[in-house]
């Protein structure tokens, strides 16, 4: 089965700064592959997702991710940090019609 | 349109007490979903059902049951409340199976 791993449970990054959270998959096929926010007491919102289609995501919020077959990583960045982006934020794949499978989520905090 | 929604949003048990919590999907999604959420774990899958009438087990179904009497809603049962059963409950739709689309979420303590 399809799994992720994500490094580092909680990130801290100041106002302005690069975000990198990091997320490895475990698989010699690509997945199709998504990454997850989560604002404090609520649900999970889609931020992007890749299908095979393009190596290099943009997603919501000025969000984007790389898919490195090379690496089995797909990392999630946004060049500019905003006090609005705290959050957790989950990292997930799926392979053919295996079920979705989460990473255990990275913590972000932003330091003003 | 609502999209995912989720009854309760809050609910205290006592061991043995019974509950059933009701997801609907506004969406005319085929696939519908039940996870529960617990720190450092991130997201497990309890059922979850690819149409109406259909169900089928997920990561962790056990103490669990579920229905999908009707397209726009998925029910989650839990016979018999433990203490481990403490967790935050969501729900997710989608129409391929892909994208899942989340509701609010239900807190349960089970004391």
């Known amino acids: 089965a399809q799994s992720v791993t994500q490094l580092g449970s909680h990130v801290s990054v100041s106002e302005g700064a690069l975000v990198l959270l990091r997320c490895n998959y475990s698989s010699s096929v690509p997945p199709y592959l998504f990454w997850y926010v989560q604002y404090p007491n609520q649900g999970l919102q889609l931020l992007l997702k890749y299908t095979s289609a393009a190596t290099l995501v943009k997603g919501i919020n000025g969000f984007e991710a790389e898919f490195k077959k090379s690496e089995t990583s797909f990392h999630l960045t946004k060049p500019s940090a905003h006090m609005s982006d705290a959050a957790e934020y989950f990292c997930?794949?799926?392979?053919?019609?295996?079920?979705?499978?989460f990473g255990t989520g990275t913590r972000l905090t932003i330091i003003p | 349109n609502a999209g995912v929604t989720q009854t309760p949003k809050f609910r205290v048990l006592k061991t043995g007490q019974s509950m059933t919590l009701l997801c609907a999907q506004d969406?005319?999604?085929?696939?519908m979903y039940w996870y529960r959420q617990d720190p450092g774990m991130g997201l497990r899958l309890i059922h979850y059902s690819v149409g109406e009438g259909t169900t089928a087990k997920g990561e962790v179904p056990d103490g669990y049951n579920v229905s999908r009497l009707k397209k726009q809603n998925f029910l989650l049962g839990l016979e018999s409340a433990a203490p481990s059963q403490t967790s935050v409950y969501f729900c997710a739709s989608s129409w391929t199976g892909e994208t899942q689309y989340f509701g609010p979420g239900t807190r349960l303590l089970v004391l």
């Open positions: 969406m005319n999604h085929e696939y």
């Open positions: 997930a794949g799926r392979r053919g019609n295996e079920k979705l499978t």
